[in-house]
């Protein structure tokens, strides 16, 4: 599973496609732990298989870099 993070103003947002969960928190680790709690309460009681979720251990998360960031 993929999550992507956005900075917006005041918030970190915390979109996961796949399972259609968006989240937001004041600082990133506030948005990562919204989003596990988000992830965990969405997906309670489903069968992951049937989903194609079946052994899910890992959320990866990318981050979108400010448009000021240039590469090394």
Known sequence: MHAFVTKDVGAYVIDCHEIAVVTQGKTIDEALANLMEAVTLHLE?????TLGLEGLKRIR???ELPADVTAA
Not at 45 to 49: I, K, Q, S, V, Y
């Open 45 to 49: 009681g489903e069968d992951l298989a």
């Open 61 to 63: 998360v990318s981050y």
